[in-house]
């Protein structure tokens, strides 16, 4: 026996996001071949199976709480199942597979929509939490040459809300009545410089954000009329950042 | 492969240990029913891509509230992520994660569990599977089990202790030499120097959803290398019992502990296994009563 394409079948076979043949390409004695293609039908697999769904569901209700718990029950079931069906839940680092769960949620959800709000209220969350521990500011804010680039901050994010979001949020939260979606958006800003790694967006903050879908030079940004302080305020707390290292001043 | 360590005087025996669990009042480690913490440092760590590469970190907020909570309770390590069986490799980030967390915080000793729960994909990518799956009976997996496990012993210098798991696929293939899984634990061991952490429970969900008495596979484990042992409770689904570590001890896992520690000179601790997930809705009192009756078997054979 080959144990490696033993374990290879074995675990191609539990794992469902495998849909073409799990026994492709690989090298099976005849009896290997026969236990491996009767196991579907015996119930300990069978068991095996709905051990590692369970286990996969939960890990990826635990990635994303607040999401997963603000949504109505037959919509979070049919995403967890397809989310576990696609090969999620699978990591026991549950930080590391979220912002891959909410991206896939959020691609689920209706635009605009107070869900959808709350999605990426939690990604974003997670995403500025996940750089606050190891986040510096960078030397050269209020120095940085014109020519250098800047991007959306790594552990950044700007999740608007088409209400009130505290109402949105316990409404959610507390499943009571939602506000109507309001055409005004109220912004908040992520990143891991901040406080409470949060803040409401200023117009200008918005603005800024919105314009960087990719790098812009500085001076760009400066001859559209953004400002410098509002850079610099990004900059500091790591809402934008530099694309590239900045050579030594 | 390494030589065998000598048997006898193993480790200093510790005796009651239960697992690190963040969420429980740091009163259930000072209140002395729990002599050392089991601690799977899997759960103080973050997984962080570095390139294609995978970095587990150990995040230093986390890792103080342990340190605080356990306070000078000595500590056993119990892994989850090295994979130890995958034959397409295992996990290495996991044990240079393990490298800065012994130097940060050194253990008695060191166990993992024997399975495996990645294998490799087409473009050589590393896949979780998403639970742990036993390993056939043959010889190619004691030669790659024992290889690694020796090497881990050395790497750390305390004891390395592999886990019989819990599993309810049937039949796995084997060479007819090695037998079944108690007889792959034991010639893994036998070749690499290693020792046994029996889990008592594991062996009783196999022995019930395998129709077999859990009595005479413990007789067939060679208790000599045991140094630690696992009791645990679990539940019914399905028509299987799983070891779920979300419930009270079965009373007949008491009767195994009884039976098995008096007959494994070299067991060095206890530990009454919980899962994070079921340890609050358990409650305080009923985890101090299981603590209380593993004090008791523990007294009884070791005092």
Redesign the interface.
Known sequence: ????D???A???L??VADHADPLR?LRLAP??RS?LEA?PD????R??V???RS??V?RAAGAATLTISVLPSDLRQRLLDRWTRA?G?????V??EADALLDFIAGELPNPSHLLAACRFEQAALRAS?GA?SFVPPEWVGRGAPQFALRRGSYAGAVGFHSDPHVVLSALIERTELPPLSPDVTTFLFAPGLDRLWQPASAHEVALWTRLTGAVAVQALLREGYARETIDALLQVGAIEYARPCPAP | MAACRRLGNIVEPLGVGFPYIADLPADLYESGLVDFVEIAPETICRQRAIGKAVAIEIVPDQLARARRTCAALPIVVHGVELSIGSAHGWNAAYLEMLDDFQALWPFVWHSEHLGFQTISAEDGATLEVGVPLPLPATKEAVELVARRSAAIGERYGVPFLLENPAYYIADMPADPEIGDDIGLLAAIAERSGCYQLLDLHNVYCNALNFGVDPFVVIDRVPLKRVVEIHVAGGSSRDGFWMDGHNDRVPERVWEMLEYTLPRAPNVGGVVFELLDDFALSLGAAAIAEELRRVRTVWNRYRR
Do not use: P
């Not at chain 1, 015996?42 to 697999?45: I, K, Q, T």
């Not at chain 1, 839940?89 to 680092?93: A, L, R």
């Open positions: 026996m080959a144990l490696l033993f374990q290879t074995l675990g191609r539990v794992r390409r009896a290997e236990f196991l015996s119930a300990g697999f068991f095996t709905a051990v590692q286990w996969c939960g090969g839940g699978t990591s026991s680092f930080a590391a996940a521990n």
